[in-house]
């Protein structure tokens, strides 16, 4: 495994889905200056479509579809000087077994031995895309191994800590930082609400529903949630009344969907009043125009505290774990629709907000910092004398039981080298295969969004 001395740095970005393509881009651009970006996507349910990345719109120097097999050859073949692992825990720990696999045997080869080379493997950084509010544990001892795991909050980071410590494990790794795509222009009131009638915006007033792929699950509750949504604007007709989706039908995000808003609404009694409508984009451009934000529990509710835009976390099917919404408790945030129907704006508290990395007084432009200190370091160690081995907390000591059937589904055995038959190195897809993978994606998931809820009805009966 080669190492680069050059500038701009180089750095790869490996991602599974649009949104973590967006946060591990972003991260990338944040925590290394001057650098020329490699990005990856890794082939799945969720490898997000040419339409998907253009929402997102960031841009890599390059950008291709590969097998986690495939990205372990490419990296072992011409390493970058840091690495950013987008994807989900399971993905993350089978990629971090493949690196300690390859830059171990690198260490060894003939070649380093004899020429006395430096001995020299990328720094590599994950996270999480967005509010951690389920799986803490799994997913972070998952993430454990890279050299530095990034926590979107001070909150965060002390949970992060505290779990690695709880196992024994190295909590070294945990940087705080924040979420890399917050920003925007700071909220203006509007002009045309009569509770903000000294304020300078005169657009429409707009509420905003940020939609999540599987928060609610059950269609009982998505179709209240789109009834409601519906009656709000029925009640304000003066109001613009945006349902924001994240993906269009046959379309995976992080979260599958089985059950999608587009369908649903076609199914809502009376339709969708006039100013009541479907809307994709950035969600940044979304929020440009937003003067009420209401969602369950996304992370868009973050980027628009950030804003400073009113926010409201619903209530209505409770305040659960299960939903996510039990994250935003003490953020002053949550209300329910009965509650925003009769002209309530949820007012956020301060000390909440600074715990979430989400204040816009000015910190965020530092909340890298740490991130930025970290990975400069770790570079110079690598130049300087070597990284030490990357060391993941699961094991074949620790869990002989669980890690080999993580590393499988990536087509690595216990030893994080590849399995027997896989895609041999250096050789594209014929078109035949390519036929068959899109065949296969597509049918995977018009299993999820038609068969399955067929299948899930089927058996309540």
């Given amino acids: 495994m080669q190492g680069s001395h050059r500038n701009p740095l180089r750095v790869a970005v490996l991602a599974d889905s649009d949104t973590r ?43 291709r579809e ?33 690196l300690a696999r390859i830059t171990q045997d690198a260490l060894l080869t003939q070649d380093t031995l004899l020429t006395g080379a430096t001995r020299k493997r990328p720094v590599v950084v994950t996270g999480y895309v967005g509010v951690v509010y389920e799986k803490l544990a799994d997913g972070l001892l998952l993430r454990h191994g890279a050299d530095v795991v990034l926590a979107n909050s001070r909150q965060d980071a002390e949970r992060f800590r505290a779990v690695y410590e709880g196992v024994g494990a190295d909590a070294s790794a945990v940087t705080e930082a924040a979420l890399p795509f917050l920003g925007g222009a700071p909220y203006e009131k509007n002009a045309t609400d009569t509770k ?8 429409p007033y707009t509420v905003v529903f940020a939609a999540q792929p599987s928060v609610p699950e059950t269609a009982a509750h998505r179709t209240y949630l789109l009834r409601r949504l519906a009656e709000h604007a029925r009640l304000h007709p003066d109001r613009e009344v945006l349902l924001k989706l994240r993906s269009k039908p046959g379309e995976h995000t992080t979260h599958i969907e089985e059950l999608p808003y587009q369908k649903l609404a076609q199914r809502v009694e009376g339709g969708l009043p006039a100013n009541c409508r479907l809307v994709y984009g950035h969600m940044g451009e979304v929020l440009d125009r937003t003067d009420l934000l209401v969602t369950v529990s996304s992370t868009a509710a973050l980027e628009s505290l950030h804003r400073r835009i009113p926010t409201a976390v619903l209530t209505d099917l409770g305040v659960r774990e299960a939903l996510g919404n039990h994250h935003f408790t003490g953020s002053g945030c949550l209300a329910s629709w009965d509650q925003l129907d009769a002209g309530h704006l949820p007012e956020p508290d301060e000390r909440w907000l600074a715990r979430q990395g989400v204040a816009a007084d000015g910190a965020y432009e530092n909340a890298f910092d740490a991130a930025r200190e970290r990975v400069a370091e770790l570079l110079a160690d690598a130049a300087a004398g070597g990284l030490p081995p990357i060391r993941p907390y699961y094991s074949l000591t620790t869990a002989r039981g669980y890690l080999p059937g993580i590393l499988a589904r990536h087509h690595l055995g216990p030893d994080g080298a590849p399995l027997p038959g896989a895609p041999a190195p250096g050789k594209d897809p014929g078109p035949v295969r390519q036929i068959v993978r899109r065949a296969a994606r597509g049918a995977y998931r018009h299993g999820v969004q038609r068969v399955a809820p067929v299948i899930r009805r089927m058996g309540e009966l």
């Fill in 66 to 98: 590969v097998t986690a097999v495939e990205f372990l050859r490419e990296m072992e073949r011409d390493a970058p000087d840091v690495i950013v692992l987008a994807l989900v825990g399971g993905a993350v720990q089978a990629v971090l077994h493949g």
């Fill in 196 to 203: 903000h009638a000294t304020d300078t915006k005169n657009d």
């Fill in 21 to 63: 393509w967006k946060w591990g881009a972003l991260t990338a651009n944040r925590i290394v200056s001057d650098s020329r970006l490699s990005g990856f996507l890794l082939r799945g349910r969720a490898t997000p479509t040419p339409r998907q990345l253009d929402e997102v719109g960031v841009r890599a120097d390059s950008l």
